[in-house]
């Protein structure tokens, strides 16, 4: 079965240090990977996908197999990172089309 | 076209009862998907349409829900002889199936707003 572990619930930390979601992943295959973001009274949304290697409002995330891990990073935080984040898993590429969710991570940056 | 369309956006609704979801996805969209949030959790998947076949239905979905894609347009998600554990939210997200070129946006999903259900 797969399974999504975010071990944090909640992460504080303050404008301009760096941030680390973290997220690991139980699956024996080879997954699709994604981080979807909740801001304040708005739906949900895709941030960004592994394999489209892009960075999105200064996020990156690597998938790392070795390690079962896709962690969430910026190098600077800003206050309007502030949000809800969710890690998630898609069975292959070309396999199974729903995605698995962690638990998410609620990020606040302080002032 | 404004994306992920969901109706109602909030339901109270007393035990026994009977409640319907709508859910309009993005028109291009092929594939339209339903999940469940609890307060705390991370949405779960409950049951996935390409155009108007169901394709796939969790575990989770017990026989009181039941959902359709008459049209392979909209989406309805019934729950009957609701219990309190139905109380949560209820998403709907859209996709553009195809074959995955990172980039083009396929297979990404759309989600609406949701459904919040309380159930007395």
């Known amino acids: 079965a797969q399974r999504v572990t975010q071990p944090e619930k909640l992460l504080s930390v303050f404008k301009g240090a760096p941030v680390e979601l973290k997220c690991n992943y139980s699956y024996s295959g080879s997954p699709e990977l994604f981080w979807y973001v909740q801001y304040s009274r708005q739906r949900l949304q895709l941030l960004l996908r592994?394999?489209s290697r892009e960075s999105i409002k200064g996020f990156t995330a690597d998938l790392n197999k070795g390690e079962t891990s896709f962690h969430l990073k910026k190098p600077f935080a800003q206050e309007e990172d502030s949000a809800m984040y969710y890690c998630a898993l898609r069975p292959g590429i070309q396999g199974a089309q729903k995605l698995v969710f962690g638990q998410g991570t609620r990020l606040t940056i302080n002032p | 076209d404004t994306g992920v369309s969901q109706d109602p956006r909030h339901k109270i609704t007393k035990r026994g009862q009977n409640v319907t979801f709508r859910c309009d996805p993005i028109s291009e969209h092929n594939r339209l998907y339903w999940y469940r949030q609890t307060l705390g959790q991370g949405p779960e998947f409950l049951t996935y349409?390409?155009?108007?076949?169901?394709?796939?239905k969790s575990r989770l979905l017990s026989d009181r829900f039941s959902a359709e894609r008459p049209k392979g347009s909209f989406s309805t998600l019934e729950i009957q002889r609701t219990e309190q554990g139905d109380s949560a939210m209820y998403l709907c997200?859209?996709?553009?199936?195809?074959?995955?070129?990172?980039?083009?946006?396929?297979?990404?999903?759309?989600f609406g707003a949701g459904s919040r259900l309380t159930v007395l």
């Open positions: 997200a859209s996709s553009k199936w195809g074959w995955d070129r990172g980039s083009s946006g396929a297979n990404v999903l759309t």
């Open positions: 349409f390409q155009n108007e076949a169901q394709l796939e």
């Open positions: 592994h394999i």
